[in-house]
């Protein structure tokens, strides 16, 4: 069964810490993404990579970097943790840029303490 | 920028009630429209997909029409079961995924 995996379901982080959310598919999709879910506000776009070694910004990069080394892994990391990003992180795949057809992990509860 | 509003939740209905859920969407081009379902626990999962005007997706007794003259894509279910209860978005392409507020639907037996 193909899929997308999220390396931790919840994750407790102190104020300021350096995290690194880890998401890995084995459909050997071009593209990842990775988004935040919040009540009212639905999912947002943070980053998404289009190949290897490629990366963009979503609509709220702001206090977010990613890295894809390589073509299964795709990483989000929060340089300094703070509170206000508390919130549910979805990674998803797709082999189609149109949307179609995305895959999503099961999500990283991430909360900043 | 390109947005999609749907009926904000929560949501409750009886088993065998008819669901409806509004969604509108702005756009400058002509995306393609999804609908994707969060049950509890899991992450998003394609419900249904319309690609062009007049096209209607369906699965799982779920239905949707693509209507570019009110910008709607409105989901319906004739009879609903508990199996139902979970989060619904709404989303359009253009090509990147955009997605609404999320509706969360509970159904009681």
């Known amino acids: 069964d193909v899929k997308v995996t999220q390396s931790s379901r919840y994750l407790v982080k102190r104020t300021g810490e350096k995290v690194f959310l880890e998401c890995v598919q084995d459909?050997?999709?071009?593209?990842m993404f990775w988004y935040r879910q919040d009540p009212g506000l639905g999912l947002r776009l943070i980053y998404f990579?289009?190949?290897?070694?490629?990366?963009e910004k979503g609509d709220i990069p702001e206090g977010y970097s990613v890295s894809r080394e390589k073509k299964e892994r795709f990483s989000l990391i929060l340089e300094s943790a703070s509170t206000n990003q508390t919130s549910m992180y979805l990674c998803?795949?797709?082999?189609?840029?149109?949307?179609?057809?995305?895959?999503f992990g099961s999500g990283t509860r991430l909360t900043v303490v | 920028g390109d947005s999609v509003t749907q009926m904000e939740g929560p949501v409750t209905l009886s088993e065998e009630a008819f669901l409806t859920i509004n969604c509108t969407y702005t756009?400058?081009?002509?995306?393609?429209l999804f609908w994707y379902v969060q049950y509890p626990g899991e992450g998003l999962q394609l419900l249904l997909k319309?690609?062009?005007?007049?096209d209607k997706g369906s699965n799982k007794g779920f239905e949707a029409t693509y209507r570019k003259e009110t910008t709607s894509f409105h989901l319906e279910k004739g009879s609903v079961q508990v199996s139902d209860s979970a989060v619904y978005f709404c989303?359009?392409?253009?090509?990147?995924?955009?997605f609404g507020a999320g509706t969360t639907v509970t159904v009681r037996a």
């Open positions: 998803a795949s797709s082999k189609d840029r149109r949307g179609d057809g995305y895959t």
């Open positions: 459909m050997d999709h071009e593209n």
């Open positions: 990579s289009y190949d290897v070694k490629m990366k």
């Open positions: 756009a400058t081009g002509y995306p393609s």
């Open positions: 319309a690609t062009k005007a007049d």
């Open positions: 989303a359009l392409s253009d090509p990147k995924l955009s």
